[in-house]
């Protein structure tokens, strides 16, 4: 299914999914109106460190270890996506410190990946390929763009969406050509779209210091990493099955402990906990494409790694919706690729 130039589509979610795909959609022609109860970066993108790192996720989460020459693919489309957008793309890189015997069983799933060996003079890691980006500064910036190319935002939920007509909170009705699903952990009931029932919450914390850094590289060690700025951020838990935004205080005492570790002059700090609740799948890449549901177009999924993947889902999404070729990398995102039964 395609659409034509000036089609009316519906994206709900204004996270990084959603905003990228909004612009795509804009920069394709297309009509675009985003729907989001939240505030404009009250989201799990907005909570995130804007890590877009395929190396030290393949590295550091077993789900994207598969998954990396994909994700380098996914990260090598920022330049271009950005360009012209007042976004920065910090390119420091990341260095991973810690205990020797920790530090030597990251150094062994290096070398079986074959990331480059970079070491720092002192012994810690290095992965100069990693990048980042100010989450919550991105997405303002994707809205603003996609406003001045006529994309509306409508602080409403989207609750149905059948032959075209599309139902908001509120009781309100409005027609669409499609809808683009971006919103994350709060749409895995298959109320929507079917295939949203395999979805898995995760539930993520992250810690803002009163504490700067300075300017380098993001800093990595045994189950935490501190991004510098102002304040700094230090990430994040991973508590796979809970959707609640309530910080812990167990979870996050933890968190800094493990940030004080590396860097003992955090202790005494003042902390601010930030919660943010993600999607998973069971391969750990997002649904991407068509549902079974008419209409009604998946982004959703992301797991960790949102920010890395929204230009390539974003492209996908827009050729799907222009009925172009998305592409070879379409399909490990298939959205229905849980549908099938196993082969025999």
Known sequence: MGTVSG??????????FGSATALALARA?????????????????GVAAGMLAPASEALFDEASTPHLA?????RDLWPVFVAGLDIEILNDGVRIEGEAEWLAGVEARRRVLGLPDDHHADGA?????????????????????????????????????????????????ERFDALVLATGATARSGALAPE?????????QILRLDHDLGAGSVLRGAGVYLCPGAPMVVGATMELGRDDLAPDPLKTAALLKAATALRPDLAGVTATTQVGVRASTADGLPLVGWSASPGVMLAVGARRNGWLLAPLVAGLVAAYLTGKDPGPDAAQFDARRFDREPEA
């Not at 089609?7 to 990084?16: P, T």
């Not at 109860?37 to 993108?45: I, M």
């Not at 994909?70 to 996914?74: H, I």
């Open 70 to 74: 994909l994700l380098r693919r996914a």
């Open 125 to 173: 890691l290095r992965l100069a390929e990693d990048w980042r980006l100010d989450a919550h500064a991105a997405l303002a910036t994707f809205r603003a763009a996609a406003s001045a190319l006529g994309v509306r935002f409508e602080s409403a939920s989207v609750t149905a969406y059948q032959n075209g007509l599309l139902s908001l909170s509120g009781g309100r009705a």
């Open 29 to 45: 022609g297309l009509a675009v109106t985003v729907f989001d109860p939240a505030a404009p970066g009250d989201n799990a993108s």
């Open 7 to 16: 089609a009316r589509i519906a994206v709900a979610g204004a996270g990084a």
């Open 196 to 204: 949203t029932v395999v979805l898995a919450p995760i539930k993520g």
